[in-house]
């Protein structure tokens, strides 16, 4: 069920982020956080006491963009509340395949393009938690740096 699971809302554009935030709210969702930044959510992610179900992320950020912190989700355990299990959905007002390509390496569970809707938010969020697929940080590790910049 959507409301008993715990949200990270990452984006640095203080509308998304409200717009996000009701959408969840009116689906039922209580526990939502919010970052700023990649870098922020790490942070938030590292020291938080509960552990996030879903991080859902824009991709184009300053200090720390949406790539980077899937990145760093999927190749770190020493952030507290790790798991392995955790839905991300990267969302972006400019759909790119480069940006696809390296999301699908490094396993998104999700893609949105914006502006969202509520209906579509919903189904994303119920069809990524049936996505499913076993960590291989090895592969992950493969990717350049340069990959993971987005203009």
């Known amino acids: ?9 990452v984006d640095d554009d203080k509308t998304t982020i409200d717009s ?5 709210t009116r689906l039922g969702v209580t526990k939502i956080s919010v970052a ?3 870098f922020e959510a790490f942070r938030l992610m590292s020291k ?3 552990r996030f179900d879903y991080v859902i992320s ?11 912190l899937l ?13 392995p299990d955790m839905c991300v959905v990267l969302m972006s007002g400019m759909a790119s395949a480069d940006i696809a390509f390296v999301a699908g390496s490094l396993d998104v569970n999700a893609f949105l393009v ?4 509520i209906a579509k938010l919903q189904q994303v969020i119920l069809e990524a ?6 960590l291989d940080r090895a592969n992950y590790y493969k990717l350049s740096a340069d990959k993971l910049k987005v203009a």
């Not at 999927?74 to 798991?83: F, L």
């Open 114 to 117: 914006k502006p969202l809707g």
């Open 1 to 9: 069920m959507i409301a008993d699971l715990n949200f990270l809302i």
């Open 20 to 24: 996000v935030t009701l959408m969840l």
């Open 58 to 68: 824009d991709v184009c950020m300053g200090d720390g963009n949406g790539l980077e």
């Open 48 to 50: 938080s006491r509960e």
């Open 36 to 38: 700023r930044s990649g």
């Open 71 to 83: 990145y760093h989700i999927r190749t770190t355990t020493v952030a507290r509340n790790y798991r």
């Open 129 to 134: 938690r049936h996505r499913t697929f076993p």
